[in-house]
């Protein structure tokens, strides 16, 4: 892991080619989003919530991580910027707004429409705006990852509002940033059969000690929603900072497993990773409706283990068909609006440096990247 690279020029040609194994992990850490929030209502149970508790240790930070990685290039030039427009903001509007809609008709709550507090899952969208735009602070800082530590450990000794999802951005951020310092020469290094195999048996070694002692990780679940203050959660502030620490490296060493069993070669996962967005802004609304029109999981909380392997099934059936093509081509122009009558031609942005060459295709000097330390030697 090296500092990050130096600006680019913004690209003038068209949309960057999309690389497999990335479309990959996303597909993987869609059905474990989608499969997670299948069980959330049965964590009265120890097998869902083991299950649970293996899933939050590391999906989120799975994904924050890939998504820090992919922004690694912003430099907040007029496509860029357009790109979060119709890609993060229109998207949350919508989705926030409907899903808050939906649970009032239910529950009559909330009152009143909140838009900029996120309730469910459009917090994610509205994190990635933020460590979006403070991307420019982690080119600066000389220490960015330490910082984003302390800021996450930070995080959970005081009130913070829900004002989007603000507890969330900062106590996931050590990801987003050791995401931005990741390079393609990482991945690959993660995908070689040594780590592999070490990484298999980090991932299913934690998956028997969460289905081993689920029922002593009942306070778990709280702190896995990262977002609860020490003190609510009934610790000191030393044992807070303890176990959000501990979390952030059992986070970083599972998401890093799970990277390293991620494919790299396109396959059928590929083209549906490409289409996460929809899976994961559309299940929430199946979800609510399950749950409040059927009472379904009331219902199927007496039948147990297998309550609990029929909704990972279901889970990762619904993640699959919402990645579908005919999904992403009915929702493409709702949740990824062009815009391009809303915002100037990138062309005319004389604050970045057009080029005719996209950055992923120009040569770097070679003064840029320093030589790669081992991987175990790359958090500073």
């Not at 959330?40 to 990685?69: E, K, N």
């Amino acid at each position: 892991m090296s500092p990050l690279s130096p600006l680019p020029h913004a690209e003038r040609s068209g949309p960057r080619e999309r690389i497999a194994y990335l479309d990959n992990a996303r597909f993987w850490v869609m059905l474990l989003v989608v499969i997670g929030h299948f069980l959330t209502d049965l964590v009265v149970m120890d097998s869902a919530r083991g299950l649970y508790t293996w899933i939050y240790l590391f999906h989120m930070p799975f994904f924050v991580l890939i998504s820090g990685y992919t922004a690694r290039h912003y430099v907040g030039d007029f496509r860029q910027v357009r790109r979060i427009v119709s890609t993060l903001i229109v998207p949350y509007l919508i989705v926030e707004t409907a899903l808050q809609l939906m649970t009032w008709h239910y529950d009559r709550d909330p009152e009143r429409l909140m838009i900029l507090s996120p309730q469910w899952v459009g917090w994610f969208l509205a994190a990635l705006f933020v460590w979006r735009l403070t991307t420019p602070i982690w080119r600066a800082l000389k220490y960015p990852i330490t910082t984003s530590i302390i800021i996450s450990l930070a995080a959970g000794m005081i009130e913070i509002p829900n004002t989007l999802a603000l507890h969330k951005v900062l106590g996931f951020l050590p990801f987003y940033v050791i995401g931005l310092h990741f390079n393609r020469e990482l991945f690959l290094r993660l995908t070689t059969l040594k780590y592999r195999v070490i990484g298999a048996a980090l991932l299913l070694g934690s998956l028997v000690f969460c289905l081993a002692f689920a029922s002593h990780l009942t306070v778990m679940s709280r702190w896995l929603l990262w977002r609860v203050r020490y003190d609510e959660l009934g610790v000191s502030l030393v044992e807070g900072v303890l176990v959000r620490g501990l979390l952030i490296a059992a986070g970083l060493v599972l998401a890093l497993s799970a990277l390293a069993l991620v494919p790299r070669a396109k396959s059928w996962t590929t083209d549906l990773g490409s289409r996460t967005l929809y899976a994961y802004l559309l299940h929430g609304f199946v979800i609510i409706w399950l749950d409040r029109q059927f009472g379904l999981w009331a219902a199927i909380e007496p039948y147990g283990a297998v309550a609990v392997l029929g909704c990972v099934a279901v889970g990762a059936v619904l993640a699959i068909v919402l990645m579908t093509k005919p999904v992403g081509t009915l929702f493409r122009p709702i949740f990824e609006p062009k815009l391009t009558w809303m915002f100037r031609d990138p062309s005319q942005d004389v604050h970045h440096p057009q080029s005719d060459v996209p950055v992923w295709k120009q040569p770097r000097d070679p003064r840029d990247e320093p030589p790669q330390p081992p991987l175990m030697r790359v958090i500073r």
